[in-house]
C-alpha cells in the first residue's frame, strides 16, 4: 500500500484513487478544516470525490495508519479528540526520537548545517505577501524537525519519526497555538544557532523547543479552547 504524500503513477491505477482522496482530505486536515470530533461519512465522502464506497474505505485506512483519524466502533471514521493525554503522549514519543536523533548526529559528528535550509524558508514565510496559511507554515516548521532527525544518518529512525509527522501538524493546525510567523520564526533561528554550537547546548536547545514552544504551548491553546467551549455553552 503506498503511503499517504508519496508519488502515486499510472503504474499503479489500483491505488490512484484511494490516494487522491487521501491526500485531500490530509490537506484538509492539516489545514484545520475539520474540528475535533468531526465524523467523516463514507456515504458524504464517496459523493464528494464521486468514487465509490469502497475507494473512500481504503482512503480512511491510510488516514487512520498516519494517526490524523480514528476508526471508532459505531461511528466509523472520526477526527481524533485533543486532551492532555495525546498531547504528551506525542511529543512524548517525539522527544524520545527528535532528541535521541541529535545525539547520536553529535557523536557521529554529524553535519548539522541543513537544518539551516527549512529555517531560512520559514524567515522567508515572514514577510511574503500573501500571507502564508498556518498550513504552509506548519509545513515548513516540520522540515526543519525532520532535518533535525536527519542528520542522525539513521533510516530507522527516520521511518519512525515520519509515524507522528502529521499528527503534530494537525495538533498545530487545530489548536492554532499563539505563534504568529515572526516569532516561529524567530525561535527557530535561535534553535539553529544552539545547535550549530552543539554539545549539551545542542541539546538543552531542543528539549527547551519541544517542551516550552511545543508541549506546554499546546497545552495551553487547548485549555484556552476549553474554557471558551465552556463559557460558550453556558
Not at 487545530?174 to 516569532?183: S, Y
Not at 531542543?206 to 476549553?226: F, Q, W, Y
Amino acid at each position: 500500500m503506498v503511503a499517504v504524500g508519496a508519488t502515486t503513477t499510472t503504474a499503479d491505477p489500483a491505488s490512484t484513487a484511494p490516494e487522491r482522496v487521501a491526500l485531500q482530505l490530509r490537506t484538509e486536515l492539516l489545514d484545520g478544516r475539520y474540528a475535533a470530533g468531526t465524523r467523516l461519512r463514507e456515504e458524504e465522502l464517496a459523493e464528494r470525490f464521486e468514487v465509490g464506497r469502497h475507494t473512500v474505505r481504503a482512503s480512511i485506512r491510510l488516514l487512520v495508519e498516519r494517526g490524523l483519524i480514528v476508526h471508532e466502533r459505531h461511528r466509523g471514521a472520526v477526527v481524533p479528540p485533543l486532551t492532555q493525554q495525546r498531547i504528551d503522549e506525542i511529543f512524548g514519543f517525539r522527544a524520545v526520537l527528535e532528541i535521541g536523533a541529535l545525539r547520536m548526529a553529535l557523536a557521529n559528528g554529524a553535519d548539522l548545517a541543513p537544518v539551516a535550509e527549512p529555517v531560512e524558508e520559514l524567515e522567508a514565510l515572514v514577510d511574503r505577501d500573501p500571507a502564508p496559511s498556518w498550513g504552509e507554515l506548519t509545513e515548513v516548521h516540520g522540515r526543519i524537525h525532520r532535518a533535525i532527525v536527519a542528520a542522525a544518518g539513521n533510516s530507522h529512525l527516520l521511518a519512525a519519526y515520519g509515524r507522528c509527522e502529521d499528527e503534530v501538524r494537525t495538533l498545530l493546525a487545530v489548536l492554532n497555538p499563539d505563534f504568529e510567523p515572526r516569532l516561529l520564526a524567530t525561535l527557530h533561528r535561535q534553535l539553529l544557532e544552539k545547535l550549530l554550537v552543539g554539545g549539551e547546548v545542542a541539546v538543552q536547545a531542543l528539549t527547551d523547543d519541544l517542551e516550552i514552544s511545543g508541549r506546554s504551548a499546546l497545552r495551553m491553546a487547548l485549555h484556552k479552547a476549553e474554557t471558551v467551549a465552556r463559557a460558550l455553552a453556558r
